[in-house]
């Protein structure tokens, strides 16, 4: 048969029955969809991961307290709560080579009230290098200085989301620069607030509060311990080296013989965003296996469709065969129709997997990126699911007796 021949039967019989053909393609259509919006999803959740951890500063290293750990054991060996960094840390960590700043954290979450409003906010105890190893600017005022932090002033930077929720969605930077808030029971006079830096969870750098640090740590903490140290290396090509300083470093401070028994872990910036993605990687692959489920069902689904139409047109199998029509022939009819079914399904799944992944970017939920390769994953997966459960439909049709099929009532 010409490939004319065959296109125009595949139409014919497609067409005869299209409410069958379009449920039989629906499983298919849902199937490709949900992946490729899954995978659009998983994508553009990475690369927001990214780049909400780059935006946190340049070149970036973070010191924790607590010895190094697996997963799954935080809580057991309490690394949230425990103690092991101070002031004096910082003050060693300045000296190594291709350390461009340092600066310390002493962080917690509490109730900030003013003028009848409150919130419930993280209020971060720093230094005045904070801008610089963190990548902060300033909308109006001024950060925290050396002088606030040496005389223990309550004074206080809020980010733009801060603003919005103590002093209402109207007020302005400038307005609110010279107001009052208050923390824990203590008044703090607002001297900046920062550029908006977008983001989201408990460390949106819009939704914090910045005072000088031995502050936090005299009315708040109540000893001298830091939450965390951040370092920024003068570039890339030497955060490594850095890192492993800053290892020695500390470990010389602590009076520590090796790392296995270290009081403190470091990070840098590559390690955050390689954990990052690979944790959304693996949620991205577990939600595109359990969409390709519905593959399988409608895989299934166009089975039963074409054994059907094979029982139906029993008799048209065999007057062609009967008239001169090989095996091979009535073999590639069927099968062709079953990969034109998947194939049609699979263009509406990827259109309106787009679909999906444009409404979430449109509506800002999330920065969806359907790429090529799903698109062409979807075609391949959808070829590949009508010649698998097309082919015996079509290897049944084939084998048909001719005298038995005209036979057939």
């Given at each position: 048969m010409k490939t004319k021949d065959i296109l125009e039967e595949t139409f014919m019989a497609l067409s005869s029955n299209k409410v069958r053909s379009g449920l039989t393609m629906l499983g298919i259509i849902i199937g490709i969809a949900s992946v490729i919006s899954m995978t659009a999803i998983g994508t553009g959740a990475q690369n927001s991961i990214a780049s909400s951890i780059q935006s946190i500063g340049s070149n970036l290293i973070i010191v924790s307290p607590g010895a190094p750990r697996g997963v799954g054991q935080q809580v057991r060996q309490e690394r949230g709560s425990?103690?092991?960094?101070?002031?004096?840390?910082?003050?060693?960590?300045?000296?190594?080579?291709?350390?461009?700043?340092?600066?310390?954290?002493?962080?917690?979450?509490?109730q900030v009230t003013a003028k009848g409003t409150n919130t419930n906010t993280t209020v971060d105890g720093t230094t005045s290098d904070y801008p610089s190893v963190r990548n902060l600017t300033i909308d109006q005022g001024a950060f925290i200085t050396d002088q606030n932090n040496l005389s223990g002033a309550k004074v206080a930077v809020i980010g733009p989301t801060v603003l919005s929720d103590l002093f209402g969605t109207d007020a302005t930077s400038d307005s609110a620069v010279g107001q009052v808030i208050n923390?824990?029971?203590?008044?703090?006079?607002?001297?900046?607030?920062?550029?908006?830096?977008?983001?989201?969870?408990?460390?949106?750098?819009?939704?914090?509060?910045?005072?000088?640090?031995?502050?936090?740590?005299?009315?708040?903490?109540?000893?001298?311990?830091?939450?965390?140290?951040?370092?920024?290396?003068?570039?890339?090509?030497v955060t490594t080296q850095v890192q492993n300083d800053i290892t020695t470093a500390l470990l010389g401070r602590h009076h520590i013989s090796g790392t296995a028994t270290a009081d403190f872990s470091t990070m840098n910036q590559a390690d955050i965003?390689?954990?990052?993605?690979?944790?959304?990687?693996?949620?991205?692959?577990?939600?595109?296996?359990?969409?390709?489920?519905?593959?399988?069902?409608?895989?299934?689904?166009?089975?039963?469709?074409?054994?059907?139409?094979?029982?139906?047109?029993?008799?048209?199998?065999?007057?062609?065969?009967?008239?001169?029509?090989?095996?091979?022939?009535?073999?590639?009819?069927?099968?062709?129709?079953?990969?034109?079914l998947t194939?049609?399904?699979?263009?509406?799944?990827?259109?309106?997997?787009?679909?999906?992944?444009?409404?979430?970017?449109?509506?800002?939920?999330?920065?969806?990126?359907?790429?090529?390769?799903?698109?062409?994953?979807?075609?391949?997966?959808?070829?590949?699911?009508?010649?698998?459960?097309?082919y015996y439909p079509a290897q049944r049709a084939s084998k048909l007796n001719p005298i038995d099929a005209l036979r057939y009532e």
């Open positions: 425990a103690k092991t960094l101070t002031l004096g840390d910082v003050e060693a960590l300045k000296t190594i080579s291709g350390v461009k700043s340092v600066t310390a954290e002493v962080s917690s979450r509490y923390i824990k029971g203590n008044q703090f006079k607002i001297i900046g607030v920062t550029v908006a830096k977008g983001g989201t969870g408990f460390q949106n750098p819009d939704d914090m509060i910045y005072i000088p640090i031995l502050t936090a740590q005299r009315y708040f903490s109540g000893d001298s311990y830091v939450s965390s140290i951040s370092v920024s290396a003068v570039s890339s090509d965003i390689a954990t990052a993605s690979s944790v959304t990687s693996t949620f991205t692959m577990l939600l595109s296996a359990i969409a390709g489920i519905s593959l399988l069902v409608g895989g299934i689904g166009i089975m039963n469709m074409m054994l059907t139409s094979v029982t139906e047109r029993t008799k048209e199998i065999g007057l062609r065969k009967a008239i001169g029509a090989k095996r091979r022939d009535v073999n590639i009819q069927f099968l062709v129709e079953a990969v034109m194939f049609i399904g699979g263009v509406i799944g990827v259109i309106l997997g787009w679909g999906v992944s444009f409404g979430i970017t449109y509506f800002g939920i999330l920065q969806a990126q359907v790429s090529l390769s799903s698109v062409l994953l979807a075609f391949g997966v959808s070829a590949f699911i009508g010649i698998v459960f097309g």
